[in-house]
């Protein structure tokens, strides 16, 4: 997401990435829940630490939420998922897989999905990388009552597919 966010910034465009690596394949990882991609944005800028690594890290007791900036957020990413994927070649060589199915059966994800795409053989998976945000949204978001009437609204979700022909969100 990071280099595709470049692109979008307009210091490279994903026509150059063809040119550039006319026979790569990509790994397109998105995360159904926009909320939850919000709180994890926000727990990194509250804290400093994007990524972590080590157990010195510490989740704050809780953050606070702009309904506005949320739906800035969702607008934003929405947007950015649906260029990337109205690439006819970008859908040619990528799979796509959301963070979630990632998290949860990481090898049963890369066993079904990313060996075979890559088509290399069933190898062993891991990471140093830790999930920072371990509560929910109710044990984490300062104004809970606000926001909860939104958590199942499609607005906060999304959903991607190449099996079909329609990107839904």
Same mark, same amino acid.
Do not use: H
């Given at each position: 997401? @990071? ?45 400093? @630490? ?5 157990? +010195? ?26 260029? @990337? ?13 959301? &963070?979630?199915?990632? @998290?949860?059966?990481?090898? +049963? ?9 890559? +088509? ?39 959903? &991607? ?9």
């Amino acid at each position: 997401t @990071v280099f595709f966010r470049v692109a979008i910034d307009g210091l490279i465009v994903l026509d150059d990435l063809k040119g550039l690596f006319p026979t790569a394949r990509f790994i397109i990882i998105y995360r159904r829940s926009l909320l939850d991609q919000f709180i994890s944005l926000k727990i990194a800028a509250k804290t400093n @630490v994007w990524q972590w690594i080590d157990n +010195g890290f510490k989740l704050p007791d809780s953050i606070n939420i702009d309904l506005q900036e949320l739906d800035g957020f969702c607008r934003e990413v929405r947007a950015f998922y649906e260029d @990337v994927l109205a690439s006819s070649w970008v859908r040619e060589r990528s799979v796509i897989v959301n &963070y979630e199915e990632l @998290v949860s059966d990481p090898r +049963g994800l890369f066993n079904r999905t990313v060996f075979p795409f890559l +088509g290399v053989p069933v190898s062993k998976i891991w990471s140093v990388t830790k999930k920072q945000n371990t509560k929910r949204p109710s044990e984490i978001i300062n104004q809970y009552e606000e926001i909860k009437k939104l958590i199942d609204e499609e607005s906060l979700r999304q959903d &991607y597919s190449f099996e079909q022909d329609t990107v839904m969100a």
